[in-house]
Protein backbone atom coordinates (compact mmCIF):
# COMPACT_ATOMS: atom_id res chain seq x y z
CA UNK A 1 0.00 0.00 0.00
CA UNK A 2 0.87 3.28 -1.01
CA UNK A 3 1.29 6.01 2.00
CA UNK A 4 0.84 9.80 0.51
CA UNK A 5 2.94 11.90 3.66
CA UNK A 6 2.51 15.44 4.39
CA UNK A 7 5.78 16.45 5.81
CA UNK A 8 6.12 19.73 7.12
CA UNK A 9 8.84 22.29 5.69
CA UNK A 10 12.49 21.75 7.12
CA UNK A 11 13.23 24.70 8.92
CA UNK A 12 16.25 26.60 7.25
CA UNK A 13 18.25 26.41 10.82
CA UNK A 14 21.40 28.10 9.06
CA UNK A 15 18.98 31.48 9.03
CA UNK A 16 16.95 31.48 12.56
CA UNK A 17 16.22 34.84 13.83
CA UNK A 18 15.25 36.27 17.02
CA UNK A 19 11.94 35.57 16.15
CA UNK A 20 12.40 31.98 15.41
CA UNK A 21 13.73 31.78 19.71
CA UNK A 22 12.58 28.64 21.61
CA UNK A 23 13.22 26.81 24.98
CA UNK A 24 16.90 25.27 24.40
CA UNK A 25 18.16 27.63 22.15
CA UNK A 26 21.28 29.78 22.29
CA UNK A 27 21.12 33.21 21.66
CA UNK A 28 23.70 35.57 20.95
CA UNK A 29 23.36 39.00 20.94
CA UNK A 30 26.63 40.87 19.36
CA UNK A 31 28.27 43.34 21.19
CA UNK A 32 25.06 44.28 23.76
CA UNK A 33 27.29 43.78 27.02
CA UNK A 34 28.35 47.54 29.05
CA UNK A 35 32.29 45.92 27.96
CA UNK A 36 30.69 45.66 24.49
CA UNK A 37 31.13 41.87 24.77
CA UNK A 38 28.39 39.61 23.34
CA UNK A 39 25.39 38.58 25.72
CA UNK A 40 25.17 34.71 25.06
CA UNK A 41 22.47 32.58 26.77
CA UNK A 42 20.61 29.73 26.77
CA UNK A 43 16.78 30.24 26.60
CA UNK A 44 15.14 28.65 29.46
CA UNK A 45 11.73 30.82 29.67
CA UNK A 46 9.41 32.01 26.70
CA UNK A 47 6.19 33.90 27.77
CA UNK A 48 3.78 35.46 25.55
CA UNK A 49 2.88 38.47 26.85
CA UNK A 50 -0.70 40.73 25.55
CA UNK A 51 -2.07 43.81 26.05
CA UNK A 52 -5.34 44.76 23.92
CA UNK A 53 -4.96 42.91 20.19
CA UNK A 54 -1.02 43.37 20.77
CA UNK A 55 0.70 40.06 21.34
CA UNK A 56 4.59 39.78 21.69
CA UNK A 57 6.82 36.89 23.53
CA UNK A 58 9.70 37.22 25.61
CA UNK A 59 12.76 35.24 26.21
CA UNK A 60 15.19 34.48 28.68
CA UNK A 61 18.37 32.92 30.34
CA UNK A 62 21.27 33.07 32.60
CA UNK A 63 24.74 35.45 31.70
CA UNK A 64 26.95 36.29 34.06
CA UNK A 65 25.13 34.85 36.79
CA UNK A 66 22.08 37.41 36.00
CA UNK A 67 19.26 36.89 34.29
CA UNK A 68 18.96 39.05 30.75
CA UNK A 69 15.67 39.02 28.76
CA UNK A 70 14.49 39.78 25.23
CA UNK A 71 11.11 40.64 24.05
CA UNK A 72 10.54 40.43 20.12
CA UNK A 73 7.59 42.55 18.97
CA UNK A 74 6.54 40.84 15.45
CA UNK A 75 4.50 42.69 12.68
CA UNK A 76 5.92 44.61 9.93
CA UNK A 77 9.42 44.80 11.60
CA UNK A 78 10.38 42.81 14.04
CA UNK A 79 11.40 45.15 17.07
CA UNK A 80 13.47 43.76 19.73
CA UNK A 81 13.89 45.33 23.23
CA UNK A 82 16.87 43.75 25.49
CA UNK A 83 16.84 43.48 29.12
CA UNK A 84 20.49 43.07 30.40
CA UNK A 85 20.60 45.67 33.55
CA UNK A 86 21.10 43.18 36.64
CA UNK A 87 19.60 45.92 38.98
CA UNK A 88 16.48 46.00 40.99
CA UNK A 89 14.70 48.88 40.63
CA UNK A 90 11.52 50.30 43.34
CA UNK A 91 9.40 53.58 42.93
CA UNK A 92 11.71 54.84 45.58
CA UNK A 93 14.84 54.38 43.02
CA UNK A 94 12.24 57.20 41.25
CA UNK A 95 10.91 59.14 43.56
CA UNK A 96 7.56 57.60 43.15
CA UNK A 97 4.93 56.46 45.41
CA UNK A 98 1.63 54.20 44.88
CA UNK A 99 -0.25 57.20 44.40
CA UNK A 100 2.29 59.12 41.66
CA UNK A 101 1.86 55.32 39.54
CA UNK A 102 -2.44 56.02 39.60
CA UNK A 103 -2.55 59.42 39.10
CA UNK A 104 0.17 58.84 36.00
CA UNK A 105 -2.63 56.21 34.74
CA UNK A 106 -5.62 57.98 35.29
CA UNK A 107 -3.82 61.07 33.08
CA UNK A 108 -2.45 59.22 30.62
CA UNK A 109 -0.41 62.57 29.53
CA UNK A 110 2.68 62.09 27.18
CA UNK A 111 3.84 64.94 28.66
CA UNK A 112 4.43 63.57 31.64
CA UNK A 113 7.88 62.71 32.64
CA UNK A 114 10.40 61.38 35.18
CA UNK A 115 13.87 62.46 36.06
CA UNK A 116 16.08 59.65 36.58
CA UNK A 117 19.73 59.12 36.38
CA UNK A 118 20.70 63.00 34.74
CA UNK A 119 17.99 62.17 31.91
CA UNK A 120 14.59 62.41 31.17
CA UNK A 121 12.02 59.63 30.73
CA UNK A 122 8.99 60.35 29.01
CA UNK A 123 5.88 58.97 29.70
CA UNK A 124 4.21 56.29 27.21
CA UNK A 125 1.80 54.53 28.41
CA UNK A 126 0.42 52.25 31.50
CA UNK A 127 -2.36 49.63 30.60
CA UNK A 128 -2.86 45.59 32.29
CA UNK A 129 -0.72 43.09 30.55
CA UNK A 130 -1.47 39.27 30.35
CA UNK A 131 1.64 36.86 30.54
CA UNK A 132 1.44 33.33 29.82
CA UNK A 133 4.00 30.86 30.22
CA UNK A 134 5.29 28.37 27.21
CA UNK A 135 3.70 25.12 28.77
CA UNK A 136 0.68 26.76 31.46
CA UNK A 137 -2.75 27.15 29.80
CA UNK A 138 -3.42 30.04 32.15
CA UNK A 139 -1.80 33.30 32.87
CA UNK A 140 -1.51 36.35 35.04
CA UNK A 141 -2.09 39.69 34.87
CA UNK A 142 -0.08 42.88 36.01
CA UNK A 143 -0.22 46.62 35.46
CA UNK A 144 2.60 48.32 33.57
CA UNK A 145 3.94 51.92 33.27
CA UNK A 146 6.06 52.66 29.97
CA UNK A 147 8.97 55.43 29.63
CA UNK A 148 11.31 56.39 26.56
CA UNK A 149 14.15 57.87 27.42
CA UNK A 150 14.21 61.26 26.18
CA UNK A 151 16.43 61.54 22.68
CA UNK A 152 18.27 57.63 23.54
CA UNK A 153 17.22 54.23 23.22
CA UNK A 154 16.09 52.90 26.55
CA UNK A 155 12.60 52.21 28.11
CA UNK A 156 11.65 51.90 31.25
CA UNK A 157 9.12 49.91 32.26
CA UNK A 158 7.19 49.96 35.59
CA UNK A 159 5.15 46.53 36.79
CA UNK A 160 3.10 45.85 39.27
CA UNK A 161 1.92 42.01 40.17
CA UNK A 162 -1.73 42.17 42.77
CA UNK A 163 0.12 41.31 45.54
CA UNK A 164 4.07 42.00 44.70
CA UNK A 165 5.77 45.08 44.93
CA UNK A 166 6.00 47.63 42.27
CA UNK A 167 9.62 46.69 39.81
CA UNK A 168 11.31 48.63 37.51
CA UNK A 169 13.81 47.51 34.72
CA UNK A 170 15.75 48.99 31.86
CA UNK A 171 15.58 48.12 28.36
CA UNK A 172 17.60 49.19 25.11
CA UNK A 173 16.85 48.41 22.01
CA UNK A 174 18.45 45.65 20.05
CA UNK A 175 19.13 45.69 16.42
CA UNK A 176 17.13 41.95 15.33
CA UNK A 177 19.88 41.60 12.85
CA UNK A 178 22.49 41.70 16.23
CA UNK A 179 20.93 38.35 17.56
CA UNK A 180 22.34 34.88 16.08
CA UNK A 181 19.84 31.92 17.36
CA UNK A 182 21.43 28.41 17.66
CA UNK A 183 19.04 26.20 17.77
CA UNK A 184 19.19 23.44 20.96
CA UNK A 185 18.34 20.17 21.12
Given at each position: ?42 VDRRD ?138
Open positions: MFWDKKTEPQQDLAHLGVKDAQVRDTLSVAGAADDFSDIDFTVYEAGSQQWFEVSGSWRDRRVFLEVHQGDNVEVLGNFDARRLTLDDFGLAEADMAELDQRQNQNDFLDFEGKFWLYRFSREIGIFSEGHSTGRGFYCWQFAEQDGKRFLSIRKFEGEPFAAAIWVAVDPSTVTVFRGA
